[in-house]
């Protein structure tokens, strides 16, 4: 498997303001997803990362408040902006290899909102 | 709209004995996942279930899926403390996209 990062680990933040997470994987990958895991709960996916178009959200998300990128095959941005306390969550890339079974998470972004 | 139910959600039990963890999920797919996560960290991957009866074994877990039931079990064998963590199943939505939507979670803690 390959390594996924995620930058920053964690971090806080006051209300208002916005947060942009990052998602490396040292070799090329297929799809690369968005995932949030909010306090005690299980994960939600948020949008499907495409290179070089628009994210695919799912229902519930919205451009607007998660705007993400993906520039190449192995990179991917996701913004939390406007932030509130409901935001405070674990923040999770994902990734897939067509013709690999396994679907593979990053480390996580833990982020609090005050 | 598809959906995925885990029970139980929470599960304490003693070293040494046998216990199972069910996913069932409501509408038709080609693969089943379970991840394993600990506290604080994020998800491991355990077992991929792609075809109906499947069945993967690794040390004390092993996984089965019935597709015609819709049902994915994890089954624990001789617990050990190691295995306390929170386990999640997962179905693959097909569409050219693989997204996932997961159970709830199983918290399960082993009792020395």
């Known amino acids: 498997s390959a390594v996924i990062s995620q930058k920053p680990s964690r971090d806080i933040c006051q209300r208002g303001t916005s947060l942009t997470i990052q998602c490396q994987v040292d070799?090329?990958?297929?799809?690369m997803f968005w995932y949030r895991q909010q306090p005690g709960q299980s994960l939600t996916l948020i949008a499907t990362a495409n290179q070089g178009s628009e994210a695919t959200y799912e229902s519930g998300f919205v451009i607007d408040k998660f705007p993400i990128s993906r520039p190449n095959l192995t990179f991917s941005t996701l913004t939390v902006s406007n932030m509130s306390p409901e935001d405070s969550s674990i923040y999770l890339c994902s990734v897939y290899w067509t013709g690999v079974v396994r679907q593979f998470f990053g480390p996580g972004t833990r982020l609090t909102v005050l | 709209e598809l959906k995925v139910e885990q029970n139980p959600l929470f599960l304490s039990m003693q070293e040494g004995k046998n216990y199972t963890i069910y996913c069932n999920y409501s509408t038709t797919s080609d693969r089943l996942y379970w991840y394993r996560q600990d506290p604080g960290k994020s998800l491991e991957s355990l077992f991929v279930?792609?075809?109906?009866?499947a069945v993967k074994q690794e040390g004390r877990l092993m996984a089965s899926l019935d597709t015609k039931a819709r049902l994915s079990t994890l089954h624990i064998t001789a617990a050990v403390h190691d295995l306390s963590a929170t386990y999640f199943c997962a179905v693959g939505i097909i569409q050219g996209a693989q997204k996932l939507v997961f159970g709830q979670g199983t918290r399960l803690t082993i009792n020395p």
């Open positions: 279930l792609l075809s109906n009866g």
């Open positions: 070799s090329q990958v297929t799809m």
